[in-house]
């Protein structure tokens, strides 16, 4: 889970979120448990959770390389996100001077969105907000710059993370000033979710087309032949030999497209020079292509699969 904090005034906007996230393997109970001690703030250091997780036998990877905010022109974006087996859910803020959105998306659709002013927002799980509260009631300036309130948000950050492991020590922090009334800017907003929820969906899109297509080739390639007959010499020109593949036999690029089909004709080579006879079979034996009967190997520059039935 993360800690992000946006400040918003009429001054303009600071932005600040740390870089952590920890994926957990192993018994859902067990992950559980460990989230749970986690976020309620019992466990409070790195050192702790390793030696917490590995009690509870579940795998932990932590990283500290996550980008949760981001600068869009005149505009500060910060993203939490959720991933379940079906979808992904995300919770934004798109800020800019004197105004923020709050959008929530279930894969690329957006389900909620509130709109405000001025303010504070946190987002994060339950023992760093707590943690960021008691800061900010603690060091809080009402009269304050953009300036002071990033060097606030950097104290704030290297606190929390050294209050809990569920924050990181490493975090981005941007501000924004632009000159905007109420009505520009919410403009402006509405404007940087459209294309951004936008550029999302044709990441989605762009990503399941290549899973599509990934899963396409893992398919491809269990069908690779590894034994068996391939196919029937026709004719041969010196180290170039014409096959016709078997009646359950095809052969695809190296990008996985099909260039023939049962009874085509494939163009192989010989290695060693000898003379083939018409009809004679080549067949892959102990996952080498070969002719039948003779040591003789036979290379092609295609892919040869068994047909599916």
Known sequence: MSLIITYISSKGCVIAGDKRRIAYFGDKSSREVLEEELYTGKIKSDEELQRRASELGVNIKVTDDTCKVRSLGDVVVGEISQKTPFETRRRRIYATTGAYQIIELT???ITSMEKGDTAIIVFG???AKEITNRF???RWKTKTSLKDVADLFRELMDHVSSQTPSVGS???????????????????LSDTIVRD???????????????????????LASRILTEGEVGRVMRQDGSHVEVKLAGDVEAYDTRWKKVAGPGDMVLMRISDGGTLSPGEKIAVRDENLCVEGRDIKVDCDVIICRREE
Not at 180 to 185: F, G, H, I, M
């Open 107 to 109: 894969g690329s659709r």
């Open 197 to 219: 929820v936008r550029l999302l969906q044709k990441w989605r899109a762009k990503l399941k087309q290549e899973m599509l297509d990934r899963r396409e080739e893992i398919k």
């Open 136 to 138: 900010l009631k603690k």
């Open 125 to 127: 799980n339950k023992i």
């Open 170 to 188: 490493e975090y981005d922090l941007f501000i924004k000033s632009p000159s905007l009334d109420k009505k520009s800017a919410h403009r402006l």
